[in-house]
């Protein structure tokens, strides 16, 4: 988890409901953080419910509301009904930041049958649903809404490292943030994509473990701090941003050699 201090608390946000997945650990927890102290009522969600509370007394404890649910990204029915839920028992949804992901770790022609599905479940299938399920109740309400997607630097270089599968999935989370901007533009919900590189979470700890020292190939050789993806997030869920959708900012350090 990132030592570094919260952006000052705005109360920007206030009156919104956010909606954050995969936000036990890493980025999402994160992310949670820096909504609830921008004044949102954020919904944090995954798997690890025993996290989930840790994450909201965290966040009560600074001034912020937070609210835990359970959710599985690669469960249809279950993100339809814990959307109605938190429709229900927190209130309209107008941020959503599809976060959750896992990675592949294994050479494309050696994955199962069951990895393949997990991967493309959590990674893609699961955002589009639940983008879907929130833009219905927007739509359905006459309200405007902002969604945030967590693509990757992988879905636009890939250094051949045994995640094939991720950056295809995370390449699809880019150009779905574009479609669905357009599908939706007409309905003041606008969609836009964060792509990170290298930054430190759980995920990245397990493919430091499998390859090394990756940072020696950075032009910066370090890894992000999750703290240095504020400012983006808080921009595209701002008023600030109200004319911006369809967009995917890389916030990658230069990893990416450019």
Known sequence: MSDSPLPEASGALSGQVALVTG??????????????????????????????EELCRIAKQAGGEAVGYRLDMTDADDIEEVVERISREVGLISILVNNAGVPDAARAHKMSRELIDRVFDTNLRGPYLLSCEVARRLIEAEAPGRMINISSGGAFYYAGNGAA??????????RMSEVLAVEWARNHINVNCIAPGAFESEMLAGM???????????????????AQLDSTLLYLCSPESEAVTGATIQVDDGQGGR
């Open 23 to 52: 936000a036990s650990s890493g980025l999402g927890w994160r992310f949670a953080r820096v909504l609830a102290n921008a004044g949102a009522t954020v919904v944090a969600t995954a798997r690890r419910e025993e996290r989930l």
């Open 208 to 226: 430091l473990e499998r390859m090394g020292d990756i940072t020696r190939h950075f032009p910066r050789k370090r890894v992000g701090d999750p």
């Open 165 to 174: 599968l991720y950056s295809i999935t995370k390449a699809g989370i880019a």
